[in-house]
């Protein structure tokens, strides 16, 4: 059976799935709401663990994999957890080969991975197409409607559109949402000479967890590995997390100094250094972003009509569970529809297994970015004194640590 894919979305899952069927030899067209592939901000750094890696290295064409590792950065020494005055808990030790690009960890930035997944995909992706509903004709095709009144036809769809979905609202009007009651604040401090005299090492060089007795930050660097790729800076990149009730009255803008010194004022008693972190940040890069979770779901009638990412899944962006799962939904389904084109499954049969497999590592990915925000946004000191303290043990006890973080 010949298969025509449509996908709603063109984010990082969508474009990830293109690929991977432009490769296989399968015919798909991605229609994104955005009108043009630099309309609004890219965001921050990722990072790509090896299910997303592995994920990437099977959809992408070669010359694409290879500009992929190029301009990807080094993740650093696995991740270091800190208390606020820069105290060492814990460091956690990667344990990828970094030799093996298909099965390593890779520091990316947002703009630079999505201009590689778009590369060589421009006749296929059509910007400014709102999504707007579908239908599913007696003959078992799908026609997906869009604002500015076109349509198209295919064989099947997948919705990548995101948190709150078109797609899933109206496959899935059941599917539900939590309020994880968390909001996160972020933002990028260039990586210059003189940034780096006065940043600490571990800030220029892994990925770092700040637990202080209230509220959370993250942060992570971005270096490229090709020095004369020039999609990006090199900059450390820093998110504050806290429960939504620290908002305060005025704090109503989505970016700039007002977040900026929202986030410094509730860092006293801090390191000197985290607070310069936030204070010497670009005020255009630093952004809000609040925070919410898909209520997992069981098993649904299998149609022509499917989802991947947030679209299923949505999930607090917290420890780069969301970016991953999605480049892994995208994997799953181009290996089952790939199948279907080339007559060696029924798409029914292919799209129900995959669906199962999406559903089990998707809310599994969710459910474990929900817990690393409830410790992020959590009032409780008490909750916080165990954690520091459990950090601290396994930062003296390398077995322990190894066992719970590093098997």
Request: charged share 25%; net charge neutral.
């Amino acid at each position: 059976m010949t298969v025509r894919v449509l996908i709603a979305g063109g984010g990082i899952g969508g474009l990830c799935l293109a690929q991977g069927l432009r490769k296989a030899g399968v015919e798909v067209r991605v229609f994104e709401r955005d009108l043009a592939p630099d309309s609004r901000q890219q965001g921050y750094r990722l990072n790509i663990e090896p299910v997303g890696s592995a994920a990437l290295h099977h959809c992408l064409p070669p010359a694409s994999w290879d500009r992929f590792v190029a301009t990807a950065g080094d993740p650093g020494p696995g991740m270091g957890v800190f208390d606020e005055r820069l105290h060492l808990l814990m460091r956690e030790n990667s344990s990828t080969d970094p030799a093996d690009p298909v099965h390593a960890v890779h520091a990316v930035s947002r703009g630079g991975l999505r201009k590689i997944l778009l590369s060589g995909l421009e006749a296929d992706v059509h910007f400014g197409k709102t999504f707007t509903g579908y239908e599913i004709a007696g003959s078992g095709e799908v026609t997906a409607a869009f604002e500015d009144g076109s349509t198209a036809i295919g064989d099947v769809l997948i919705g990548a559109d995101g948190v709150r979905s078109p797609v899933r609202r109206q496959q899935l009007p059941h599917a539900g949402y939590l309020d994880p009651q968390a909001i996160g604040i972020g933002g990028k401090l260039a990586l210059t000479a003189e940034t780096e005299d006065w940043l600490p090492g571990a800030l220029t060089s892994s990925k770092n967890m700040i637990l202080p007795p209230r509220d959370f930050l993250f942060t992570s660097v971005f270096r490229r590995r090709d020095r004369q790729d020039t999609t990006d800076t090199d900059y450390v990149m820093w998110a504050y997390v806290a429960h939504r009730s620290t908002l305060t009255a005025g704090l109503t803008g989505p970016r700039g100094p007002i977040l900026r010194d929202h986030v410094q004022a509730r860092m006293t008693g801090w390191d000197p250094q985290l607070v310069r972190l936030v204070g010497d940040s670009d005020p255009d890069t630093i952004e809000r972003f609040d925070f919410t979770a898909g209520r997992r779901i069981g098993p649904w009638e299998t149609s022509q009509v499917t989802l991947l990412g947030d679209a299923l899944h949505p999930m607090p962006p917290v420890g780069g569970l969301g970016g991953n799962a999605a480049l892994q939904d995208a994997r799953v389904l181009c290996e089952a529809l790939t199948a279907v084109d080339r007559g060696e499954r029924p798409l029914f049969e292919a799209l129900s297994v995959a669906e199962e497999t999406i559903r089990s590592h998707g809310f599994g990915a969710a459910a474990e970015a929900l817990r690393y925000t409830k410790l992020a946004s959590s009032r409780s000191r008490a909750l916080r004194r165990t954690a520091r303290t459990f950090f601290r043990v396994c930062g003296l006890v390398p077995p322990l640590r190894k066992a719970i973080f590093e098997s």
